[in-house]
């Protein structure tokens, strides 16, 4: 049973910020990285770091009554995949020196890049873990995990040279976008993340919506490869691409 900080944190914080992650996975230099057809497994990540990082996100995303959480949503695969990016590369970073400590309000201050901090922060917490329980954090009951977890966060355990407030961060920053970024992306499997905050994902448009004020929008999610999915059938049938709902099923073909 998971500790109660973060089940409130589940049920209140991941909702009311869910709707900004789709764009904020899509702000200014980040490129997220496409899923990898099926079967093809992990592209950057190693069996060592997979194994740590699952149950990690599970612990900051776990599934309960509300559904399934980060580790079901496959956000691991899509953390995996931006390892592969150029954000993660620091394409987009200042990496001449010196490097100081600097102020939360200027960004992001660490010599190495963003994929190099959270791999090393992922080799780090593990060998800390082995140090003080003897045991790896994946063999931790869910109690314990969450008390590493808010020890990082606080600053209290040593991940050195890596600065652990900040590779947790990285990492919670990383799996909310996973969780609610659209599932081309590689997480939000099945859109779960959407399904949860009712967050109605790409259809065509909402022209049809603008006007009924005070009434839910009961339309399963779509996601993208949905949304192509469904103009592609429409062009194969020699439609236009439907205005308001996709699929054959939001009775726009004429």
Do not use: C
């Not at 592969?84 to 010599?111: I, V």
């Not at 652990?164 to 969780?179: H, K, N, R």
């Amino acid at each position: 049973m998971m500790s109660e900080r973060y089940s409130i944190w589940r049920r209140h914080l991941l909702q009311s910020m869910a709707l900004a992650v789709p764009a904020m996975a899509m702000r200014p230099g980040r490129r997220p990285a496409m899923a990898a057809p099926a079967g093809e497994g992990w592209q950057v990540l190693s069996p060592t770091e997979v194994a740590l990082l699952e149950p990690l996100v599970a612990r900051l995303i776990p599934a309960d009554n509300l559904g399934p959480g980060a580790l079901e949503a496959g956000v691991a695969h899509y953390i995996d995949r931006q390892m592969a990016t150029p954000w993660a590369e620091g394409d987009h970073f200042y990496a001449e020196g010196p490097f100081e400590a600097g102020l939360p309000t200027q960004g992001y201050q660490f010599s190495h890049t963003p994929a190099a901090l959270f791999r090393m922060g992922l080799v780090r917490l593990g060998e800390v873990v082995q140090q003080q329980h003897n045991t790896p954090f994946q063999n931790l009951s869910p109690e314990a995990q969450d008390a590493v977890l808010t020890q990082l966060e606080k600053g209290e355990l040593d991940l050195s040279p890596v600065p652990g407030p900040l590779f947790f961060q990285t990492v919670l920053d990383l799996t909310m976008e996973g969780f609610f970024a659209d599932p081309i992306y590689g997480g939000n499997r099945d859109m779960v993340g959407w399904k949860l905050v009712g967050f109605p994902g790409y259809y065509s448009s909402y022209v049809a919506e603008i006007e009924r004020h005070n009434l839910p929008f009961t339309r399963p999610p779509q996601s993208l490869a949905d949304l192509a999915r469904a103009h592609a059938e429409d062009a194969q049938h020699g439609h236009a691409p439907s205005p308001q709902h996709v699929g054959h099923e939001g009775g726009q073909h004429p």
